[in-house]
């Protein structure tokens, strides 16, 4: 179980401290949502390129905590080339994986599923889903509605 946290923090400290597609609004953005969890003041604004159902491009602006950051940069990783019906089903089975505390059959989700370490730290729930809610939003372009995870 070690070696699974050492994982998770390793994971989690890269993308803190390099996290990809971060303070980029990609040019022909078409589709954007804010974001903001008003227990610890994370917000962040998801960028999207959606082009014929795919999402080409993605970027993120804002602040948050390491592990917010870092699951928004692995999202953005994790999207680019998606149709938009694939980044639906990867939402939900990363928000299944952090709501559901890992249990039952472990959904396929790549790399992603070192997310799971969040449940080691019941309180950062929130914090890693603030993303995906955010770009659940934007990718229904509700971006005149602030996203929030309370």
């Excluded at 040019?27 to 014929?52: I, K, M, S, W």
């Excluded at 694939?86 to 039952?104: M, Q």
Aim: glycine share 8%.
């Amino acid at each position: 179980m070690s070696d699974l946290r050492d994982l998770y923090e390793e994971v989690i400290l890269d993308h803190n401290r390099s996290p990809r597609n971060f303070q980029k609004k990609p040019q022909g953005a078409n589709r954007h949502a804010y974001g903001f969890n008003p227990l610890c003041g994370d917000e962040f604004t998801v960028h999207l390129v959606v082009e014929d159902g795919i999402v080409k491009d993605v970027g993120f602006e804002g602040a948050g905590c390491a592990i917010s950051t870092a699951s928004a940069s692995m999202m953005t990783q994790a999207i680019k080339g998606k149709t938009e019906e694939e980044v639906h089903a990867l939402f939900r089975k990363v928000h299944d994986l952090l709501i559901h505390d890992g249990h039952g059959e472990p959904p396929d989700i790549g790399k992603l599923r070192v997310l799971a370490g969040v449940h080691a730290y019941p309180n950062r729930v929130k914090c890693a889903t603030l993303a995906w809610h955010t770009l659940n939003a934007a990718l229904e372009n509700t971006q005149h509605e602030t996203v929030t995870t309370e």
